[in-house]
């Protein structure tokens, strides 16, 4: 082979790279247009109706209206002092449900004669939502900080504790035949096998405990509160501080947002083992 056939293999490579890093980014672009127009299209209808009168502007003021509002409670730090309540709870809550939720679930999922104890009580409270029984945890518990983390905790317990039941009685048994065949006693085979199966149903039951942290908290806040999202939407409904409400509103939305972006990415990093 000619030297000049070795500096021109390169060259070409490196030509036929570009046209391939291009089309990625085109393609990155694309997505984040065709993911954002739904967006848009909603800030554009909440920007104009109120202000051709299609819909009452004392109701549902323009987005921009709404959107100062929500500077003006940054700048103050008042947002930033509910949001901090509110997280707090909430993410004291959520962690207590995994803490308490995921080995439960795998006691009930792999050992019968737990599940045949526990699930008849399950079973009762299962049904039961959260919201309907607040008033029981605000006259035992009072309507303190404690009510609050506690309801959270029981809303977010059920679907972690269910999905990890469901996670791991639906291992392929295949998959646990093979293992023990080649050797593996009960501790390596659940360690090895069944958990990292069962761990993408896990992450769907803390992904839905994570929205409930935020949904049920809010409800929470609105009983005998004097700090949070929740508290702060109340108040300003009751003042006719619309655009405030709205704000608030909105800050819930952007925090479910990135509180389910986390546990996208906590997924795939324990999850690196499975195939795209």
Known sequence: MSSSTLVKAPVVA???AVPVERWKVARFFGNA???????????LIWEIFPRLGLVDATFLPPLSEVLVAWWDLVKSGELWEHTRASLTR??????????????????????????????????VFRNTAALAILPVFVLILGLGETSKIAIIVYACAWPILLNTVSGVRTVDPLLIKSARSLGLGPVSLFQKVVLPAAVPTIFT????AGAYSILI?????????????????NYAQYNFAVPDMYAGIITISGIGLIVNQLLILTERRFSTWRTS
């Open 14 to 16: 490196a030509v036929a």
């Open 33 to 43: 247009v065709t993911r954002s127009v739904a967006i848009i299209a909603l800030a």
């Open 90 to 123: 909430s993410l004291v809550g959520f962690g207590l449900a995994i803490v308490v939720s995921i080995p439960l679930g795998l006691l009930i999922g792999w050992y019968k004669p737990v599940a045949n104890l526990l699930t008849p009580l399950l079973e």
């Open 205 to 208: 039951g803390i992904r839905l």
């Open 217 to 233: 908290l809010i409800a929470a806040e609105m009983v005998g509160a004097k700090a949070g999202l929740g508290y702060l939407i």
